[in-house]
């Protein structure tokens, strides 16, 4: 049941719209942030510098509404609780997914104060609760890099979390797989990216995780140009296991690439046509990589696209819309 309290963007209490609209932006500057890195792994000098300045500008506006956030959720200890259990009627989250930062702007050991504070609850609703909470403890272990209590919070989370609240799973399993970097376990590692990968690529790039991989071009000059660009990528760990990216040079004078998982499923498949030149071709190849092995993946009702459109657009026509809005 739609219920306007429980949207930031539909209430009327003091500052619980402006709160859930700053937690938003910071969201989609946390996206932002990891494009201009990526734009910048592959776009040749002369574009670098204005990659550099566009990223500072994030950078900075991104601080701001991370205050400004933390201001609002700080003046009104109640709302942060509401926040942390998920489904309680002052959350501030509007867009699924802004639960993962609450510990980075209140900082760890506030959040994590608060969540062990609603863990001793009792009743019909803590235990409805526990599952996000406990999500929410590992989020704040980690935030203070304590990847071992992390992984113990994660675990617990699992079996509780609802599977229809998918972009908490998706986002489980990318917690898990840096708390197990961390540790050193990188099998288990690279099993948990597979899993986000499956759900939601998008969710690598916000997280600024990398895929440990091997690159393999065919023989050809704009292939290894390509090969050697994409080794740059921050969302990209070349060795030689884990997942496999593939580019191969079109006989129409293109290429052909994407990328696949360990254990040879196909995640993504593209080609690029020949461009004005070499350079350009190789590098919108590399663009292409990133949009589509790590772009958001969005997945709206009928209802919510004629809401956002005020029309009737497929969903793959609205998907492809609103990933036009959050950039390439």
Same mark, same amino acid.
């Given at each position: 049941?739609?219920?306007?309290?429980?949207? %930031?963007?539909?209430?009327?209490?003091?500052? *619980?719209?402006?709160?859930?609209? *700053?937690?938003?932006?910071?969201?989609?500057?946390?996206?932002?942030?990891?494009?201009?890195?990526?734009?910048?792994?592959y776009?040749?000098?002369?574009?670098?510098?204005?990659?550099?300045?566009?990223?500072?500008?994030?950078?900075?506006?991104?601080?701001?509404?991370?205050?400004?956030?933390? #201001?609002?959720?700080?003046?009104?200890?109640?709302?942060?609780?509401?926040?942390?259990?998920?489904?309680? =009627?002052?959350s501030?989250?509007?867009? =699924?997914?802004?639960e993962?930062?609450?510990?980075?702007?209140?900082?760890?050991?506030?959040?994590?104060?608060?969540? /062990?504070? @609603?863990?001793?609850?009792?009743? =019909?609703?803590?235990?409805?609760?526990?599952?996000?909470?406990?999500?929410?403890?590992?989020?704040?272990?980690?935030?203070?890099?304590?990847? /071992?209590?992390?992984?113990?919070?994660?675990?617990?989370?699992?079996? @509780?979390?609802?599977?229809?609240?998918?972009?908490?799973?998706?986002?489980?399993?990318?917690?898990?797989?840096?708390?197990q970097?961390?540790?050193?376990?990188?099998?288990? %590692?690279?099993?948990?990216?597979?899993?986000?990968?499956?759900?939601?690529?998008?969710?690598?790039?916000?997280?600024?995780?990398?895929?440990?991989?091997?690159?393999?071009a #065919?023989?050809?000059?704009?292939?290894?140009?390509?090969?050697?660009?994409?080794?740059?990528?921050?969302?990209?760990?070349? +060795?030689? +296991?884990?997942?496999?990216?593939?580019?191969?040079?079109?006989?129409?004078g +293109?290429?052909?690439g994407?990328?696949? +998982?360990?254990?040879?499923?196909?995640?993504?498949?593209?080609?690029?046509?020949?461009?004005?030149?070499?350079?350009?071709?190789?590098?919108?190849?590399?663009?292409?990589?990133?949009?589509r092995?790590?772009?958001?993946k969005?997945?709206? #009702?009928?209802q919510?696209?004629?809401?956002?459109?005020?029309?009737?657009?497929?969903?793959?026509?609205?998907?492809?819309?609103?990933?036009?809005?959050?950039? =390439?």
């Open positions: 049941m739609e219920r306007p309290d429980r949207h %930031a963007t539909g209430s009327a209490r003091d500052g *619980q719209r402006e709160a859930g609209t *700053q937690l938003f932006h910071y969201q989609v500057l946390q996206d932002a942030l990891a494009r201009d890195d990526e734009a910048f792994s776009a040749p000098w002369k574009s670098r510098p204005g990659i550099l300045l566009r990223k500072a500008r994030h950078t900075l506006e991104a601080a701001l509404a991370l205050r400004r956030t933390g #201001s609002l959720l700080m003046e009104n200890r109640e709302r942060l609780g509401h926040t942390l259990r998920v489904l309680a =009627p002052q501030i989250v509007d867009v =699924p997914g802004g993962l930062y609450l510990a980075r702007i209140v900082g760890p050991g506030v959040a994590e104060g608060e969540i /062990r504070s @609603l863990l001793a609850r009792k009743g =019909p609703a803590a235990v409805r609760e526990r599952g996000f909470l406990m999500f929410a403890l590992g989020a704040a272990r980690m935030e203070r890099g304590d990847a /071992r209590g992390a992984l113990e919070a994660l675990a617990a989370a699992d079996p @509780l979390l609802p599977a229809e609240y998918a972009v908490f799973r998706t986002q489980l399993l990318a917690l898990k797989a840096r708390a970097t961390a540790r050193g376990d990188y099998a288990g %590692a690279l099993e948990s990216l597979v899993g986000v990968m499956e759900r939601d690529g998008g969710e690598i790039r916000r997280m600024g995780l990398r895929l440990p991989c091997r690159i393999e #065919s023989p050809g000059a704009l292939a290894d140009q390509a090969a050697r660009l994409l080794g740059s990528s921050p969302r990209l760990a070349p +060795g030689t +296991g884990g997942f496999r990216v593939v580019v191969e040079q079109a006989a129409t +293109g290429l052909v994407g990328l696949d +998982g360990p254990r040879g499923a196909v995640l993504s498949r593209f080609h690029v046509p020949p461009g004005k030149d070499a350079d350009a071709t190789v590098r919108e190849f590399c663009r292409q990589f990133h949009r092995a790590f772009g958001p969005i997945d709206l #009702s009928q919510q696209i004629r809401s956002l459109e005020g029309s009737t657009l497929s969903s793959q026509g609205a998907e492809e819309h609103l990933k036009g809005i959050m950039g =390439p």
